[in-house]
């Protein structure tokens, strides 16, 4: 049974950092796909960053230059570290996990986490 167990959200003023985790378990594929999504209230769910086992990084626009996707395959663990933090970036995270290589389209994916919340106030 695969399981993504998400950490590391909290509340930082505007310009501050955060570092979001995401521990995998069960997860039995070579090729695959990670990526951190984002829902804000009364919006819908947004990729942010996805990252496959083949190497290639995506990101949304709006986060370029400002949020790294990385993983540590050893460990089974996704982070995302999010850096220059606007209130904008304020909404609940969520980890997922699919085979094969995806993107950042929310129904790419199968495994979700509960997902860690994010508040960046001004």
């Known amino acids: 049974q695969v399981q993504l167990v998400e950490s590391g ?10 570092r979001l985790s995401c521990v ?18 009364g919006k819908e769910r947004e990729g942010v ?4 086992s083949l190497g290639s990084i995506t990101y949304v626009d709006s986060v370029k230059g400002r949020f790294t996707i990385s ?3 050893a460990k089974r ?7 220059s933090l606007k209130p904008e970036d304020t909404a609940m995270y ?8 995806r993107g ?4 790419e994916y199968a495994y979700w986490g509960q997902g860690t919340r994010v508040t960046v106030s001004s």
Do not use: K
């Open 9 to 18: 959200g909290g509340s930082v003023q505007a310009g501050g950092s955060l």
């Open 24 to 41: 995998a378990s069960g997860y039995p594929a070579t090729v695959y796909s990670m990526a951190w999504f984002r829902q804000a209230p």
């Open 104 to 107: 950042t389209l929310s129904y």
């Open 94 to 101: 969520y980890c997922a996990a699919g085979f094969g290589l």
């Open 49 to 52: 960053a996805a990252i496959h």
């Open 77 to 83: 663990t996704l982070y995302l570290q999010m850096n």
């Open 71 to 73: 993983e540590d395959v």
